[in-house]
């Protein structure tokens, strides 16, 4: 269960800040040429890379276990939060719906209107690949290195990273359409749940606390979340509408 | 650079100083918590205590998002 637990909420947020990071590469690719974004993205994966394999050992296998716990929970409980409150607000037409369709319309369009490449090496658009990858990467790392962070959960963890970046590479290769199909905002608030509940779950771990049910606990404490997160939506959404009615 | 520096401090704490600093009162809250109660008690409901306190910084960051929205 818990393996299974992991590897759907790595597989999940990795696979949606890969698609962004898809979508800017998609962009860089169609205005200034793709053998130039691919150069920047490359150059982005390989520092994401050797960032986690320089940072990941020394924080997994240096620190007490419960320190540890505390660390990653408080870091997963940051990103979870922060992804459940723009979901919660997108849900209730307080904020924009997440796209990385549009994401990808938005960032060809800029480029678009820059200066055109050379016959030579881009580097504006090398740059951009590379800074927009760099920081969905990092994103990516930074939860896989938190969710496999306990022991024995970072094979799920890894795993799940795996899928994602298979499913986005398909996704890449059958070109943008697909992007504009996929249920993002809804996507994001499900791992905004799934993240909040990890964080919860292992940050009290840290501090001491044993859950009825163990490892079952991830469960409840996602439902405790989601129901939160649904009367939440309705809560502003009705505030909205009746906003909008004065 | 700055644009760089600025882009990490939003990936990794967010758009809002309300979440991290709501999440760091949290823990001192629970951490003042556990010493407080008896440990087997902590043990028992600290998780729901920390979950409370946890949703209580969810609510706090939309309501003042909702308040920038009116």
Redesign the interface.
């Known amino acids: 269960m818990t393996f299974v637990l992991t590897m759907a909420a790595a597989a999940t947020a990795a696979g949606i800040e890969m698609l962004e990071a898809l979508a800017i590469v998609l962009a860089v690719g169609i205005a200034r040429g793709f053998r130039d974004a691919l150069a920047g993205a490359l150059a982005a994966v390989v520092a994401v890379v050797l960032l986690c394999l320089a940072v990941g050992p020394a924080l997994l296998g240096g620190a007490d276990l419960h320190f540890l716990r505390l660390i990653i929970g408080s870091i997963l409980l940051l990103f979870g939060l922060e992804w459940l409150r723009k979901g919660i607000l997108r849900m209730a037409g307080l904020r924009r719906r997440s796209s990385s369709y549009d994401e990808f319309v938005e960032e060809r369009a800029a480029l678009g209107g820059a200066i055109a490449a050379g016959a030579g090496r881009d580097w504006a658009a090398r740059l951009v690949a590379f800074k927009g990858v760099f920081l969905e990467g990092l994103e990516v790392g930074l939860i896989v290195l938190a969710l496999g962070g306990a022991p024995g959960r970072l094979a799920p963890a890894l795993v799940g990273a795996a899928v994602a970046l298979v499913i986005v590479s398909a996704i890449g290769l059958v070109l943008h359409q697909p992007l504009r199909r996929l249920p993002e905002t809804q996507l994001k608030l499900g791992v905004g749940v799934a993240l909040a509940a990890f964080g919860t779950f292992f940050t009290a771990e840290g501090l001491g606390v044993e859950w009825p049910l163990a490892d079952l606990a991830l469960l409840y404490l996602a439902g405790l979340f989601a129901i939160t997160s649904w009367l939440a939506i309705r809560a502003l959404a009705r505030r909205v509408t009746l906003a909008a009615a004065t | 650079m700055r644009a760089?520096l600025a882009?990490?401090r939003r990936?990794?704490?967010?758009?809002t100083w309300t979440?991290?600093l709501?999440?760091g009162a949290a823990?001192g809250l629970?951490?003042v918590m556990?010493a407080w109660l008896p440990?087997a008690t902590?043990?028992?409901v600290?998780?729901f205590c920390?979950?409370i306190f946890?949703?209580a910084?969810?609510?706090l960051?939309?309501r003042r998002?909702?308040r920038g929205?009116?």
Do not use: D, F, T
Request: zero cysteines; hydrophobic letters at 60%; a neutral charge.
């Open positions: 760089l882009s990490l990936l990794i704490l967010g758009e979440i991290p709501g999440v823990l629970a951490v556990r440990h902590w043990q028992a600290g998780g920390l979950a946890v949703l910084v969810l609510a960051s939309l998002a909702h929205h009116s």
